[in-house]
């Protein structure tokens, strides 16, 4: 059974950083795609990051400022967000795509990161 729980959100000041966590039980990394998706107010459900080279992602504004890593260790996915922004701010989740006989989603409940001064 794939369970995802996320962390580490809160508030930031624009320009800071800050890493999100999601622990995993049930997920193989080898062959689960990992990504982070966010959700602000209002508006639908964007990727940000992702392990699979085939993802596009099409929100710019996050290039070369979120990263995502894994940690096989801890059974871990981590998103790295740096400088920061207001328009940063929503409800970020954890999502996992099982391999290709079984391409199930599954899906944290999500941390919420505000960014304000």
């Known amino acids: 059974q794939v369970q995802l729980v996320e962390s580490g959100g809160g508030l930031v000041q624009p320009g800071g950083s800050l890493r999100l966590s999601c622990a995993t039980s049930?997920?193989?990394?080898?062959?689960?795609?990992m990504r982070w998706y966010r959700q602000a107010p209002g508006k639908e459900r964007e990727l940000v990051a992702t392990t699979s080279r085939a993802d596009n992602i099409i929100t710019y504004s996050v290039k070369g400022r979120f990263f995502i890593s894994l940690d096989n260790g801890k059974n871990t996915v981590y998103l790295q967000m740096n400088s920061l922004k207001p328009e940063d701010t929503a409800v970020y989740y954890c999502?996992?795509?099982?391999?290709?006989?079984?391409?199930?989603?599954?899906w944290g409940k999500g941390t919420l990161v505000t960014v304000s001064s």
């Open positions: 999502n996992a795509r099982g391999p290709s006989w079984s391409p199930m989603d599954y």
């Open positions: 049930g997920v193989t990394f080898s062959q689960y795609v």
